[in-house]
Every structure is written in structure tokens, then in C-alpha cells.
């Protein structure tokens, strides 16, 4: 079955906000028995680092090098990773799979140009979430969740990067979803895991 147009979630926010976190519960959660419609949760970041680690040719070097500075990887590998993903899921799910949470992408304007070309106009952005924490929350939550992720990236120097180019790519790109009538909701993600899901799955509603 080939993938028919599918409705999509981006969800947004800087490192350790909490996008892994919610996109589990809703994907678990938000489940239409009656419209058989179930939203399945996409994270661009598992999706290269599953790539980086699979591979061994230049593709996975590059993957490596730039989650290893903090650093986005070049657009069209990122979305033929999650063309590639939506198509499975699509697949398995034996075509009941048509609504996604795509977390964190797009990280930059050429992210979005490059899914806009692939993809813009065939699926509908509904929304966008963007969540929203001081720094040095995250930071603490970031170095806690390093005692366990063995992520390369859950180290100081690299966080900080991080947070540098959410702030300096993925930041200006907000306002672009309002200049294309796409709804932005910007959400606290400070308060409890369990206070930003009732926040965040009203929307949903
Ligand atoms: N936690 C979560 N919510 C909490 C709350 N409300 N209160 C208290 N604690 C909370 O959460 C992080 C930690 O905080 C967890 O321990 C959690 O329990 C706790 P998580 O849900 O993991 O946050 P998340 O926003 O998903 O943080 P993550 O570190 O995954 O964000 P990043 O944006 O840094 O990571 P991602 O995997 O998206 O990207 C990694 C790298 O891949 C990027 O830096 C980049 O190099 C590359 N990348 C691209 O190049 N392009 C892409 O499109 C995507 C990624
Ligand atoms: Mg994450």
C-alpha cells in the first residue's frame, strides 16, 4: 500500500524539553478506537542515530560527526529517513497508520524547505508544538537522563551546542508556520510530565 496523504504533528522545543517524553505518552494514549485512527510517534534524532549506528560508509560518519558537535545533519538524509519511516509504519500497520508526531524536525528553514519539496504537497501540517523551558532546567535534566541514555551528545560542551543552534536555526523557523496559516502552540514544558500531557492532548481533542 503506498502511503496515502497522512496528516502531521511536528513537535518542537530545545534539548530536553521534553518532545521524547510526550510524543510516548501520546502515541500510547491517543488511540481513536472509533475512527481507527491511531498517531504514531517519529523522532528524527532516533531515526539518524539508528542509521549512524547500522551504518559503516560515509553516511553514518557524517550522521556521527554532527550529532557529536551539536549540529544538524544535512536535510535530504534526514527526510528520507522519515519518508522511509512513514512509508513502514504506513506499511505495518496495515494501512491503518496515518497520522504522525514527527519529533524534532524541522530544525532549520532548509530542514523545512527540503520537506516542503519531498513531501509539502502531499501530507497536511496540522499543527506545531513547541515547547518551551529555561536552559538550565534542561541542563539539569539533560545531565541527569546522561547517567543512562549513553547518548554521545548528553555531555556539557555538546549540550550547550545544542542549545546554540536550537536557539540560532530552529527558533527563527517558528514564525514561518504563521505566514503559512499552520497553528503554533507554544507550551511550558517546566511543569510536571503529567501537567504538559493534559496541556498537550487537549489539542488533540
Ligand atoms: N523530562 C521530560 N519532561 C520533563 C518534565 N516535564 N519535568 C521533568 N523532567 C522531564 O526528556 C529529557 C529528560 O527530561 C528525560 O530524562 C525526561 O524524563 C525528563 P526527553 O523527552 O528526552 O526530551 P527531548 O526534548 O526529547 O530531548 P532530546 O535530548 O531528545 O532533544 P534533542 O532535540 O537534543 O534530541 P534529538 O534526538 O531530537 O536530536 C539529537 C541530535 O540529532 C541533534 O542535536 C542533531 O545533531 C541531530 N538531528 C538532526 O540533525 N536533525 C533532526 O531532524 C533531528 C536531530
Ligand atoms: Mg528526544
Redesign the pocket.
Known amino acids: 500500500t503506498p502511503l496515502p496523504p497522512c496528516e502531521v504533528v511536528f513537535v518542537l522545543?530545545?534539548?530536553?524539553?521534553?518532545?521524547?517524553?510526550?510524543?510516548?505518552r501520546l502515541e500510547n494514549r491517543l488511540v481513536d478506537v472509533e475512527l481507527n485512527r491511531t498517531w504514531k510517534h517519529l523522532?528524527?534524532?532516533?531515526?539518524?542515530?539508528a542509521e549512524r549506528d547500522a551504518g559503516t560508509g560515509p553516511m553514518a560518519d557524517l550522521?556521527r560527526s554532527?550529532?557529536q558537535?551539536?549540529?544538524?545533519?544535512p536535510s535530504s538524509i534526514?527526510v528520507k529517513l522519515l519518508e522511509n519511516a512513514m512509508a513502514a509504519a504506513h506499511q505495518e500497520s496495515k494501512g491503518s497508520i496515518t497520522h504522525f508526531l514527527i519529533?524534532?524536525?524541522?530544525?532549520s528553514h532548509e530542514?523545512m524547505s527540503a520537506w516542503e519539496d519531498a513531501m509539502g504537497a502531499v501530507h497536511t501540517i496540522k499543527f506545531v508544538l513547541n515547547?518551551e523551558?529555561p536552559e538550565e532546567?534542561?541542563v539539569g535534566?539533560?545531565l541527569?537522563?546522561a547517567k543512562e541514555?549513553g547518548?554521545s551528545?548528553?555531555k556539557i560542551e555538546v549540550i550547550r551546542k545544542?542549545f546554540k543552534?536550537?536557539v540560532e536555526s530552529t527558533v527563527p523557523i517558528l514564525d514561518y508556520f504563521g505566514t503559512q496559516g499552520t497553528p503554533l502552540h507554544n507550551i511550558d514544558?517546566?511543569?510536571?510530565?503529567e501537567?504538559?500531557y493534559e496541556t498537550v492532548e487537549k489539542l488533540f481533542a
Open positions: 522545543g530545545a534539548p530536553g524539553t521534553g518532545k521524547g517524553t510526550q510524543c510516548e523522532s528524527a534524532g532516533d531515526l539518524l542515530r550522521i554532527k550529532i558537535a551539536g549540529e544538524i545533519v534526514t519529533d524534532g524536525f524541522p530544525r530542514n515547547f523551558c532546567v534542561l535534566r539533560l541527569e537522563r541514555s547518548r551528545d548528553d545544542r543552534t536550537h514544558s517546566a511543569k510536571s510530565i501537567q504538559v
